[in-house]
T-cell receptor, first 117, second 114 residues
Framework: AQSVTQLDSHVSVSEGTPVLLRCNYSSSYSPSLFWYVQHPNKGLQLLLKYTSAATLVKGINGFEAEFKKSETSFHLTKPSAHMSDAAEYFCVVSDPYGSSNTGKLIFGQGTTLQVKP | DSGVTQTPKHLITATGQRVTLRCSPRSGDLSVYWYQQSLDQGLQFLIQYYNGEERAKGNILERFSAQQFPDLHSELNLSSLELGDSALYFC?????????????FGPGTRLLVL
């Protein structure tokens, strides 16, 4: 089965500094990987996804992630943090049902991003 | 706004009771998923439907059941509620449920069991 591990439960950065949220995955095949964001008392919003095309994936709000198969990583980055980026971030992998092309999402435990003024 | 709607937003009930959570997928999406988010278990997949048929089950308790209706809306029924069922329940939808598809999430229903 597929799994994801988010290496930091909490990350704190200053506004205007870079953001790095780390995620490692475990998969026996080429996975579909996603990053979702959850703002307080809100639903989940897709930031970006990787589905075996370009390894550097650009998402919304200036976020991007790089798929590194050799390191089984899919870290999320942003060059300059904004106060509005403060939220919970989830690294997610698709887990197929047997050999089918359908599956469910498996979520990491989440990383809380704090942005200090 | 993802286009997925869920009602009600909040629900407070007592142990032993039964509740029904409702979800309307995005227009055109045939696949609906239910997820539970709790402090101790995190976000967990419960069940998936595609065009009215159950496609897959995850960590869904026997006290819980779901269905998808001909108009594609879905309901999650939770019965014999326990304190530990208090959680945020999300519905998501995608076009046909393929692995690489984006799942769009609703705002969630927050259930509190007292």
């Amino acid at each position: 089965a597929q799994s994801v591990t988010q290496l930091d439960s909490h990350v704190s950065v200053s506004e205007g500094t870079p953001v790095l949220l780390r995620c490692n995955y475990s998969s026996s095949y080429s996975p579909s990987l996603f990053w979702y964001v959850q703002h307080p008392n809100k639903g989940l919003q897709l930031l970006l996804k990787y589905t075996s095309a370009a390894t550097l994936v650009k998402g919304i709000n200036g976020f991007e992630a790089e798929f590194k198969k050799s390191e089984t990583s899919f870290h999320l980055t942003k060059p300059s943090a904004h106060m509005s980026d403060a939220a919970e971030y989830f690294c997610v992998v698709s887990d197929p049902y047997g050999s089918s092309n359908t599956g469910k999402l498996i979520f990491g435990q989440g990383t809380t991003l704090q942005v200090k003024p | 706004d993802s286009g997925v709607t869920q009602t009600p937003k909040h629900l407070i009930t007592a142990t032993g009771q039964r509740v029904t959570l409702r979800c309307s997928p995005r227009s055109g999406d045939l696949s609906v998923y239910w997820y539970q988010q709790s402090l101790d278990q995190g976000l967990q997949f419960l069940i998936q439907y595609y065009n009215g048929e159950e496609r897959a089950k995850g960590n869904i308790l026997e006290r819980f059941s779901a269905q998808q209706f001909p108009d594609l809306h879905s309901e999650l029924n939770l019965s014999s509620l326990e304190l530990g069922d208090s959680a945020l329940y999300f519905c998501a939808s995608s076009v046909v449920g393929h692995l690489e598809e984006t799942q769009y999430f609703g705002p969630g229903t927050r259930l509190l069991v007292l």
